[in-house]
């Protein structure tokens, strides 16, 4: 089995994207962890995970809270899941971190 792991940072050298999965002979078997990490006020913060923790594959929405909202995604192909997963954080990263950011700023 092949574990892979790796953190790419973005342009603004301020949001990366942390991946982590364990493939075998070419097929994804395993998830850990595909993440989009923004950093805000020297600290960062994970703002959008997907995982197959609690027995499925789904996506996180974190809130500046702690709160996160759970949404189901399709993983019964993980190599699907996972080139989705990164492809969505890789699009829409600007729009997570703009939401988290209104979010953090207008609750402190």
């Given at each position: ?68 909202e759970k949404i189901a ?18 699009n829409q990263w600007r ?14």
């Open positions: 089995m092949g574990e892979k792991f790796w953190i790419q940072d973005f342009e603004t050298g301020l949001d990366r994207l942390r991946v982590h999965f364990i493939s075998e002979h070419g097929q994804i078997k395993a998830i850990f962890v595909i993440q989009y990490e923004a950093y805000i006020d020297g600290k960062w913060h994970p703002i959008i995970r997907f995982d197959e923790a609690h027995g499925f594959f789904h996506k996180d929405v974190m809130s500046p809270s702690g709160e996160k995604a399709s993983g019964s192909d993980k190599g699907l899941a996972l080139t989705q997963a990164i492809a969505d954080i890789k729009f997570y971190r703009q939401r988290y950011e209104d979010k953090y700023y207008g609750n402190k």
